[in-house]
């Protein structure tokens, strides 16, 4: 039997799908394109905003639209959010618990042909655990070691959707990190719903796990997929200032850079405890890339809320702003807030900090200009190899390297979003 996937939003679900591929695989299942004709359709959803409803919707009827007798499965944060869900057609609604049984549950339609509606009223508080030994990428593997998220900002829906913190055994990260390493893969990424919270449901904390994570050997480098501000405490930086294997990019949402806006979001933190220690990450690591989030059109922001936003972003010289809108997400504090900005103001603001974050993109990769660096080879053509570099530069090589190889090259252009090299 054909299994056909798609992923929508963050790399918590791109983990769990590489993993529910890998469980199809072991039974015996064809992986595929979705766009071809399948006999199972798994979309891995997402809430994340109202774009993200649309899409995932959009998928699951294009699914239900493909082939008549297929199986079609919804699973994820947009089932999560609307468990009362009903769309003709959809055999099997999975929210964020249970996805490592999608086998087996496919496997029971498939006998019966009855609707399957695994829904919870809550998560739990134990980990799913999932591993993953090989990955459909051959240079990057990302590693799921935290669920959940208890931070409540007003104007986020994962908290409900995601459950409660939840950590994956400290010891279970080690051996699957091991594994991958043996099986070649060069860079692991830690990635979460909460990442730097690692921990707080067990005897142990992020700052533990980095520091058992740096000793394992071969291990070429290690990225943190994202991290609050307020998790950077003194032992993290210190692994940080010591670890090369620790990579000079560090992803720290801000998610607005009015203090008004901070305090109406239940953001943890005050501008000036994020100016700090932004200024204590480039003591340490001078070079370092420091990409961030930011939303616009947060209910009242005013013009001069916005600007005291975009110019503390400039003054931050983030590497990247990936900026978004504010969607309203029913259930949240922030969607029963007055004066919603409307969509041209918001769309305006988004233009203008887009615009910024282009500008503080290449000012930074103009920095690399004329140093040798090392890049991870992800891609390599007849004529050109593309990977990235420790600090997230996005390198084009006109020469022809293996993928996995590690390369020394010397920065010798810009064009943007390349870093031209030799």
Not at 132 to 155: L, M, P, W
Not at 304 to 309: I, P
Not at 341 to 350: A, F, M, P, S
Request: charged share 30%; aromatic share 8%.
């Amino acid at each position: 039997m054909k299994v056909g996937m798609m992923t929508l939003g963050c790399k918590v679900n791109a983990y769990e799908s590489e993993y529910v591929m890998n469980l199809f695989q072991e039974r015996g299942y064809e992986i595929v394109p979705f766009t071809d004709s399948c006999d199972v359709y798994i979309i891995n959803t997402c809430s994340v905003t109202n774009m993200a409803d649309v899409k995932s919707r959009k998928m699951i009827h294009q699914a239900i639209r493909r082939k008549k007798d297929a199986c079609v499965v919804a699973m994820g944060c947009f089932i999560e959010a609307n468990k009362d869900l009903s769309i003709e057609g959809v055999d099997i609604l999975v929210g964020n618990k249970d996805k490592s049984k999608i086998v087996d549950l496919v496997e029971t339609f498939f006998r019966e042909r009855n609707e399957i509606r695994d829904l919870y009223e809550d998560l739990g508080t134990k980990f799913e655990n999932m591993e993953i030994h090989s990955f459909s990428s051959k240079t990057r593997a990302f590693v799921k070691i935290q669920d959940g998220c208890e931070n409540y900002c007003t104007y986020c829906i994962i908290p409900y959707v995601r459950g409660k913190c939840r950590s994956k055994d400290p010891d279970r990260v080690i051996e699957e990190i091991t594994s991958l390493v043996q099986n070649g893969y060069k860079e692991i990424v830690l990635t979460g719903i909460h990442t730097g919270n690692y921990g707080r449901d067990l005897d142990t904390d992020f700052a533990d796990l980095l520091e058992r994570i740096i000793q394992i050997p071969n291990l070429y480098r290690v990225r943190i997929s994202s991290i609050e501000i307020t998790e950077l405490n003194d032992r993290v930086l210190a692994i940080l200032k010591n670890s090369k294997i620790i990579a000079d990019h560090l992803h720290v949402p801000l998610q607005s850079g009015s203090e008004e806006i901070m305090k109406r979001m239940n953001r943890k933190y005050h501008k000036e405890d994020y100016r700090k220690k932004i200024a204590e990450i480039r003591a340490i690591r001078p070079q370092i890339s420091i990409s961030t989030d930011v939303i616009v059109g947060f209910p009242g922001e005013t013009e001069e809320w916005f600007q005291e936003s975009y110019d503390f972003c400039k003054e931050m010289a983030f590497s990247k702003i990936h900026v978004f809108p504010y969607s309203m997400r029913k259930g949240t504090a922030a969607a029963k807030m007055p004066n919603q900005i409307d969509g041209k103001t918001k769309k305006e603001r988004v233009n203008r900090l887009v615009e910024l974050s282009k500008e503080l993109e290449e000012a930074y990769m103009r920095q690399s200009l004329g140093k040798e660096v090392e890049v991870l080879i992800e891609r390599g053509e007849e004529k050109e190899s593309i990977g990235h570099t420790s600090n997230f530069l996005l390198v084009k090589i006109p020469e022809r390297h293996q993928q996995e190889e590690v390369v020394s090259v010397t920065i010798q252009d810009i064009k943007y979003p390349y870093c031209i090299a030799k």
